[in-house]
């Protein structure tokens, strides 16, 4: 078809984009650095901290305060909440970013007098623009050409598809007059589900309907399974954390009272005895601070973005995130065959006539076939047609257009009528008039060729299909399709007839197009890792049961004497029970229908199946929707898109694959971040809550708790979120969807690395062998010096070790720099602190023999945590988790 008459000129597109601008809908104002600043200071535990401070200066004010340690608080306070804000600024406005590139559409238009493809936000009022099945209307405007049904759900709430026809040319817009049921309006947002048409754009950006619903309405977007679980984790600790608190405040008062000489006289100090209780309750909050795991919402922005960058890069846009973590727990994927596991670079290899010969090339037909199959390619086709080429049709239209090879004669023939290809059907149909008055049909052989009676040979004469060649033609296709090459089937009929229903007999057949697409390379040993990490695969075509089992067996899915394979007819005559008994075993269902991935969906989940669905048509958008990750394909309709969760923009088996991992790796690093930031929770709690008991005063002052707290956090945050996707995650079984977050390793862990750091914390304070190992003073200065950097260099060595499950700590540390250089600068930072520190963070400078004392002390976390995964392998051989 082609509508060059409709289309604008160049010079037209500038003079409407000057007057009425273009079709970009404006954004929400984006929340700024201050205002997100601003919130963190509305956090509860900082405004305590901050009421808190305004009383220590107002003693200091009176001379019965330190100024020095509140200097520290509040520069300590400052420095949390803009490193904090920082973060989560810089990481969600990365991941906006990502997610802004899911809603990129392209859209055809006629300029120039040619098919053009434009971005949707460069459309002008005037345009032309080319609708086919699956598109999404990128404008409100009028239907020019052709028929079509359009799904107005997004707009209007109604389930029933609208018929809309060509608008009559003294057709009244109307300012204001929003008619959804009016047959020749067009409105931005709804999806054309069957026909094609031309339509002129009216109104656009947001002047649309669509445009003024987005600036009334803000999607609010439900947390992921595992943001929910994490929440209810830091919602747990959290009230535990406030219990220690207030334990924690109750023990030091009464560790003052009772060492007070005198108990009357300690409650007759009353500056000093509230002094001691302002003190008593910045340590309880600063206790509550470390026990609440704010990092962990952090935690999944900053995994979250840089995990999507990397993605993007593997050909992976992630829409939603749940999909991408879910992807990571996946047991069952349903994938494409066309373009997902073969290339997708369809190429006709072979035509055969009605006699049963064969012909290698379009250049070898007989001419009156040739033209027959001209026509039938370039006329019965959803596709725009220029000179003699499709354009942007799907992949087997492309590659029939690809076959007239330049072949060009004018058919003097015009479109009356046209039937979309449909999976039901499996054909499409064009009435045509002019120099022939017929239809052309173009689909499944195997199907049509029960409808035919007649055959064009090779002189061109029509001659009887009789029983015995068809038989003879079954047989060739057969052999076809065991080499893997599918067929497409190209017939004419006589004379037109009403209805979508083809006639029983009286079909022409004017050849079989063998089509063959290569299993890609890269795709056979993916689906063989994606099998090894427990994850079924099974293929879901339209192709014959013979290809599809011939291509399913080169790609390693089907591979053992038990593996099924069905039909849809042969699944649609099984029951539901029936179906579950022989999910495990399926491998392949051919001749698919769209409503036989939706039921195969529902099956699995209720086998309490994790399930995978890939699809790129409108009609594999409920699919899509119902799976628990919906992997849309790139070359795909925006319905299928809108619907997935993932984007595969490069339609490659091997970027599923990455996907997975990267559902993996997302989960495992926050695993790591978890365990790592709970050791320190644990241990510092546990030492603050036993110290007043001991005879400890302060283990841990208010400045060095906050400072520990930025470490675990932000800081962790970003090393942790680094982590690479490694194959050997691949290795593991998919995580239970019901399993807590925190597995029994990772509570083992956790419990003996903070116990051994709560260990450390009181033999610094209470033996007298290693304060003699430092320096003499009055105030233990230099001890307690040592000890604090002894605890902040076990939390970097735990870093290490919880980042592997392996004895090998450096194990892929150069895939991930940005951990080292984090680490690196918690040292140095924590050097520099010995010497400027000084009485805000308790410390002082240290001489070598001590700095050795220090280090070595610190890497016994190392030697113990070594041990305890060597002990660990020896109970568990061959079982593996993460720690």
């Known amino acids: 078809m082609t509508y060059k008459h409709f289309g604008l000129t160049s010079a037209q597109v500038q003079e409407s984009l000057t007057k009425n601008g273009n079709n970009s809908l404006t954004q929400p104002p984006k929340e700024t650095f201050l205002h997100k600043l601003w919130l963190n200071f509305q956090d509860p535990i900082i405004r305590i901290l901050i009421f808190a401070l305004l009383i220590n200066i107002v003693f200091v004010y009176t001379g019965h305060g330190d100024?020095?340690?509140?200097?520290g608080i509040f520069l300590a306070i400052i420095l949390a909440t803009f490193v904090s804000t920082y973060s989560e600024y810089s990481n969600e406005s990365a991941?906006?970013?990502?997610?802004?590139?899911?809603?990129?559409?392209?859209?055809?238009?006629?300029?120039?007098?040619?098919?053009?493809?434009?971005?949707?936000?460069?459309?002008?009022?005037?345009?032309?623009?080319?609708?086919?099945?699956?598109?999404?209307?990128?404008?409100?405007?009028?239907?020019?050409?052709?028929?079509?049904?359009?799904d107005q759900a997004t707009l209007n709430g109604e389930s029933e598809e609208a018929n809309k026809q060509i608008a009559p040319k003294d057709f009244a817009w109307g300012v204001g007059n929003i008619d959804f049921l009016d047959a020749n309006k067009l409105f931005r947002g709804s999806v054309v589900v069957e026909g094609q048409g031309v339509m002129r754009a009216i109104d656009i950006g947001d002047s649309s309907v669509y445009g003024k619903l987005t600036q009334e309405l803000k999607d609010d977007e439900r947390d992921s399974p595992l943001k929910v679980k994490l929440t209810e984790l830091a919602g747990q600790i959290s009230k535990v954390g406030y219990s220690v608190g207030v334990l924690i405040v109750l023990a030091v008062m009464l560790h003052n009272i009772f060492s007070a000489p005198s108990v009357g006289a300690y409650f007759a100090d009353v500056p000093g005895l509230l002094q001691d209780l302002v003190q008593a309750a910045i340590l309880g909050i600063i206790i509550i601070v470390m026990a609440v795991p704010e990092g962990l919402p952090l935690m999944i922005a900053v995994v979250s973005s840089l995990n999507m960058k990397k993605m993007l890069r593997d050909n992976v846009l992630v829409r939603k995130l749940a999909g991408i973590e879910t992807a990571g727990s996946l047991n069952l994927l349903y994938t494409d065959k066309t373009g997902t596991i073969t290339k997708g670079k369809l190429e006709v290899v072979d035509f055969l006539i009605g006699d049963g010969t064969t012909f290698p090339s379009f250049g070898n037909l007989p001419d009156k076939i040739k033209e027959l199959t001209f026509a039938n390619c370039l006329l019965n086709t959803s596709a725009a047609v220029a000179d003699g080429k499709v354009i942007g049709g799907n992949m087997t239209e492309v590659a029939l257009s690809n076959y007239l090879s330049g072949y060009n004669v004018d058919l003097n023939l015009e479109k009356i009528r046209f039937i979309p290809f449909n999976s039901f059907n499996k054909y499409s149909l064009a009435h045509v008039r002019g120099s022939y008055d017929f239809c052309l049909i173009k689909g499944a052989?195997?199907?049509?060729?029960?409808?035919?009676?007649?055959?064009?040979?090779?002189?061109?004469?029509?001659?009887?299909?009789?029983?015995?060649?068809?038989?003879?033609?079954?047989?060739?296709?057969?052999?076809?399709?065991?080499?893997?090459?599918?067929?497409?089937?190209?017939?004419?009929?006589?004379?037109?007839?009403?209805?979508?229903?083809?006639?029983?007999?009286?079909?022409?057949?004017?050849?079989?197009?063998?089509?063959?697409?290569?299993?890609?390379?890269?795709?056979?040993?993916?689906?063989?890792?994606?099998q090894n990490a427990g994850v079924q695969v099974v293929m879901i075509t339209g192709d014959r049961k013979e290809t599809a089992m011939a291509i399913a067996k080169d790609a390693g899915i089907f591979r053992e004497s038990?593996?099924?394979?069905?039909?849809?007819?042969?699944?649609?005559?099984?029951?539901?029970?029936?179906?579950?008994?022989?999910?495990?075993?399926?491998?392949?269902?051919?001749?698919?229908?769209?409503?036989?991935?939706?039921?195969?969906?529902?099956?699995?989940?209720?086998?309490?199946?994790?399930?995978?669905?890939?699809?790129?048509?409108?009609?594999?958008?409920?699919?899509?929707?119902?799976?628990?990750?919906?992997?849309?394909?790139?070359?795909?309709?925006?319905?299928?898109?809108?619907?997935?969760?993932?984007?595969?923009?490069?339609?490659?088996?091997?970027?599923?694959?990455?996907?997975?991992?990267?559902?993996?790796?997302?989960?495992?690093?926050?695993?790591?971040?978890?365990?790592?930031?709970?050791?320190?929770?644990?241990?510092?709690?546990?030492?603050n809550l036993i110290a007043p008991f001991i005879g400890i005063a302060r283990p841990l002052t208010i400045t060095q708790i906050l400072w520990i707290n930025l470490i675990m956090d932000t800081m962790a945050a970003l090393a942790f979120g680094g982590e690479p996707a490694l194959a050997e995650y691949l290795k593991e079984k998919p995580k239970n969807r019901q399993a807590p977050i925190i597995s029994r390793e990772m509570a083992i862990n956790i419990l003996l690395a903070g116990a051994y750091m709560t260990f450390i914390a009181i033999l610094f304070f209470k033996s007298t062998t290693i304060d003699h190992w430092f320096r003499n003073a009055p105030d233990h200065i230099y001890t307690y010096t040592g000890f604090f950097c002894v605890y902040v260099f076990m939390a970097v060595f735990n870093a290490f070790n919880v980042r592997v499950n392996s004895m090998n700590l450096l194990k892929n540390i150069n895939r991930n720099v940005g951990f080292l250089q984090i680490m690196a600068l918690i040292v140095i930072v924590q050097l520099v602190l010995t010497f400027i520190g000084g009485k805000v963070l308790r410390m002082t400078p240290l001489t070598k023999v001590e700095w050795i004392i220090v280090v070595a002390m610190s890497f016994s976390m190392v030697i113990v945590d070594l041990m305890r995964k060597f002990v660990f392998k020896k109970l568990e051989k061959g079982r593996k988790y993460i720690v």
Not at 67 to 71: K, L
Request: charge should be negative; charged fraction near 25%; aromatic fraction near 6%.
């Open 67 to 71: 100024w020095i340690e509140t200097a």
């Open 562 to 687: 038990t593996d099924i394979v069905w039909t849809s007819d042969e699944l649609a005559a099984l029951s539901d029970e029936e179906v579950k008994k022989y999910i495990p075993d399926l491998r392949v269902v051919a001749r698919a229908l769209p409503m036989d991935k939706s039921r195969l969906v529902r099956l699995s989940q209720e086998l309490g199946l994790v399930v995978g669905m890939t699809g790129d048509g409108v009609n594999d958008s409920p699919a899509l929707k119902k799976a628990d990750v919906g992997f849309a394909m790139g070359s795909g309709t925006e319905v299928a898109k809108e619907a997935g969760d993932i984007v595969i923009l490069d339609d490659n088996f091997l970027s599923i694959k990455k996907a997975i991992l990267y559902g993996r790796t997302i989960y495992n690093s926050i695993c790591k971040f978890i365990t790592f930031q709970l050791t320190i929770n644990f241990s510092a709690v546990a030492i």
């Open 445 to 530: 052989p195997d199907k049509l060729i029960n409808y035919a009676q007649e055959y064009f040979d090779a002189a061109g004469n029509l001659c009887p299909l009789t029983a015995e060649l068809k038989l003879t033609l079954d047989k060739k296709m057969i052999t076809f399709a065991e080499n893997s090459i599918r067929m497409l089937g190209l017939f004419t009929y006589p004379q037109s007839f009403e209805g979508d229903k083809l006639p029983g007999e009286g079909l022409r057949l004017i050849g079989v197009a063998c089509i063959r697409d290569d299993v890609r390379p890269e795709a056979i040993e993916a689906i063989g890792e994606v």
């Open 95 to 150: 991941f906006q970013k990502l997610q802004e590139e899911a809603s990129l559409i392209s859209c055809k238009v006629w300029r120039d007098g040619a098919p053009t493809e434009v971005h949707i936000d460069d459309i002008v009022v005037a345009d032309a623009i080319i609708l086919q099945a699956g598109d999404k209307i990128p404008v409100d405007g009028i239907l020019l050409d052709g028929e079509i049904k359009v």
